[in-house]
C-alpha cells in the first residue's frame, strides 16, 4: 500500500487526499438529507433568524480566512526567498556570519561587512574550474534603490542576456533594475549611503546615465542601479582595479596591485560538482569563506520549520477551542427555533426530516461562512504578498494551494460530523417542552 502511494505522482496524491477528506462530509449529507428537498425550509429558518445566523458566519468567515491567509503566506514567503539565491551558486567573502553575508550581498541589505583583497579575487578568477568570478560593490544609492557595482559578466548572467536596451560602455553607465524609479536615457546622481542616511551632495561631480534595464527577476535585485564596479571605486577616490596602462577596461581581468577589495565574490563553475572543490580550497581560516547560500537557507528553514511545528500545535489547540466555540453556538442558535422543530414533530414530521433540518441548516451557514472565509483569505493573502513585495523586493506569490483546499475540506468535514450533534439536542426534548419554550 505504501509503494503504490509513493509510486503516485504528487498531484495524484494532493487529489486522492482532498477525496478522503471531504468523504466523511458527502457520507453524512447523503445518508442524512437522501430524498428530501430541504433548501425552501432550511433558507426561510435562516431568513427568520438572520441576525443570530449573520454573526455566526462572521466568526466562521474570520476563523477560516485567518488560518487559510497565514497559511499562504508562510509558504509564499518560504518559495519567494529561496528563489532569490538561485543566481548564487557559490558566494566567497570575508570570514563572519554567512547569515550576514547572504543579507548583505544577495537581499541587498545595508550591512558594514569586510572586504576581500585582490589576490583573492585574482586568484579566484584565475581558477581553471570557474566561468566567471564577479566582484560586488556597495556603499551608494539613489533614492531608496541601491547603487551596485559589478562586472558585465554578472549582469549577463543575472538576466541570462535579455538586457532592454544596451550594456555599459564607460564606467558613467549603468543598468537598472525593472522596479528602479528610473527610465533608459535619464541621468542620476548617486548619493553616497544607503536611503535614508545617504548624502546626497557627496559624489554631485559624478552623473550616470542609464543605458540598459534588466528583466523582473523577482528578487531585491529588481530595485537595483548596477554598473560597472570600476565607477563605484572610481566615485570614491579609489583606484579602479587596472593598471594605469588600463584604466579604460571595464571588468576582468583586474590587477591585484590597483584591486581596492571587494566584499563579496560570487562564482560561476564550470561543473556543478566543481563548486564542491571550490569551496573547500577557498575557505581558509581568517582570510575568506566560501558557502552556498541555498544551503545556508536550507539551516535556516530547518529552525524555522522547528518553530512551525510548535506554532502548528498552537494551531491546533486554537482549532479545537475554535471547534468547541462553534459546536457551543450551533446549539445556542438552534435552541432558537427549537419550537418551530417541535411543531413539525407534533404535526407528525419523521424524525429523519427534522434531524434533516437542523443538520442542513447547520452546514448551510458553517459552509457559507467558510466560503466567504476562503475567499477573504485569499484576498487577504493576495494584499499582504504585494505589500511585502515591494517593501522588500522579494516576488511573493501567495496563492492557494493544495495545502489550503485540504485544510478548508478537512474543516467541513469536521464541521460536518459537530453538526450532527446540535440536531442530537433537539431530540433530548420532549415534543411538550418544546412547544412551551
Known sequence: MITFWDNLSALSQDFVLALFLILPTLCIGASVIRGYALWPLVSAIIWRFRGPNITFILLITLSVALSLSISALESGLRKGIAKSTDKFDLLVTAPGSETKMILATVYLEPIDIPLLSGEIFTEIEAHEKVVMAAPLAFGDSYGISPIVGTTADFLTHLSDGKIKGRMWQTSMEAVIGTLAPLEIGEKF??????????????????????????PPTGTPWDQAILVPIEAVWEVHGL??????????????????????????????????????????????????????????????????????KAMSVMSVLTQAI??????????????????????????????????????????????????????????????????????????ISAPFGWGEMHYFLSFISIMAVLSLLPAFAVFQKSIVEGLRN
Open 189 to 214: 546622481v548617486p548619493s553616497h549611503g544607503i536611503s535614508f542616511s545617504s548624502q546626497n551632495g557627496a559624489h554631485a561631480d559624478y552623473a550616470m546615465q542609464v543605458v540598459g534595464r534588466l
Open 239 to 308: 583606484a579602479n582595479g587596472h593598471a594605469p596602462n588600463r584604466l579604460d577596461q571595464l571588468g576582468s581581468p583586474f590587477d591585484a596591485e590597483y584591486f581596492p577589495g571587494t566584499p563579496a565574490i560570487i562564482i560561476k563553475a564550470h561543473e556543478l560538482w566543481s563548486n564542491y572543490e571550490l569551496r573547500s580550497e577557498f575557505t581558509r581560516s581568517g582570510t575568506s569563506m566560501a558557502f552556498f547560500p541555498a544551503s545556508v537557507l536550507s539551516n535556516v528553514f530547518k529552525i524555522m520549520t522547528n518553530i512551525r
Open 322 to 395: 475554535t471547534a468547541c466555540s462553534v459546536l457551543m453556538s450551533l446549539i445556542i442558535i438552534s435552541k432558537l427555533f427549537q419550537r418551530q422543530m417541535s411543531v413539525l414533530r407534533a404535526l407528525g414530521a419523521p424524525t429523519r426530516f427534522v434531524f434533516a433540518v437542523l443538520w442542513s441548516y447547520c452546514m448551510s451557514l458553517l459552509t457559507i461562512g467558510a466560503l466567504i472565509g476562503a475567499f477573504c483569505g485569499a484576498a487577504t493573502a493576495a494584499i499582504v504578498s504585494h505589500f511585502v513585495s515591494l517593501q522588500t523586493g522579494i516576488l
